[in-house]
């Protein structure tokens, strides 16, 4: 039998928390796992010794890392104090990271355009999509041979993995947010 603070304990204790937190059945993740209810039921309990093929299984159908199953449990909240997240700074241009746990298959950036910067996007794997969405001033997306003038509030979505730029012709500072999404592959 599992001990409390066993491999195989935190691994079930991730697993329901994870399945719970998005309403779904056993039933309903074995399925996506591609795997036998009863396996999933038997990891759950903290009394199987998956595969490592298991765990990537499981992994891919939770979205999460193999890393993050096995993992002891985290508070249900941190904070991150201004600073501690990193910031790229290209051009002039700020790029600051707002994911501080990794989400497979997904970036979220805020960037701060200084007035009459330029910022050339670094193409993404094949597939990806991008939004991004203007907060505050008026900048220009340059893609696909296409551009697009952004006022706040704005979004265009386009195809990340093709050459894209960032440009602040204004006088004052722009603020954007891209949110990439990265193609599943299998």
């Not at 329901?16 to 990891?43: C, F, H, I, V, Y």
């Amino acid at each position: 039998m599992a001990t409390d603070d066993s491999a195989a304990k935190r691994l079930g204790d991730n697993m329901r928390t994870l399945r719970e937190t998005r309403a779904l059945t056993q039933a309903q993740m074995s399925k996506l796992a591609g795997l036998p209810r009863a396996t999933w039921s038997n990891l759950e309990t903290g009394m199987g010794n998956p595969t490592l093929s298991v765990l990537h299984r499981v992994a891919s159908a939770l979205q999460v890392s193999i890393e993050e199953l096995i993992a002891p449990p985290r508070g249900g909240a941190r904070h991150y104090p201004k600073g501690s997240l990193p910031v790229r700074a290209r051009g002039g241009v700020e790029v600051w990271r707002l994911l501080p746990d990794p989400i497979p298959g997904m970036e979220l950036d805020r960037m701060t355009f200084p007035p009459s910067s330029h910022l050339t996007g670094i193409p993404h794997t094949p597939g990806a999509r991008e939004y991004l969405v203007c907060e505050s001033g008026e900048f220009t997306l340059h893609a696909g041979g296409e551009q697009w003038h952004l006022k706040p509030g704005d979004v265009v979505a386009f195809r990340g993995d093709q050459r894209h730029s960032y440009l602040n012709r204004g006088r004052s500072v722009a603020v954007g947010y891209s949110v990439v999404v990265l193609a599943r592959v299998g």
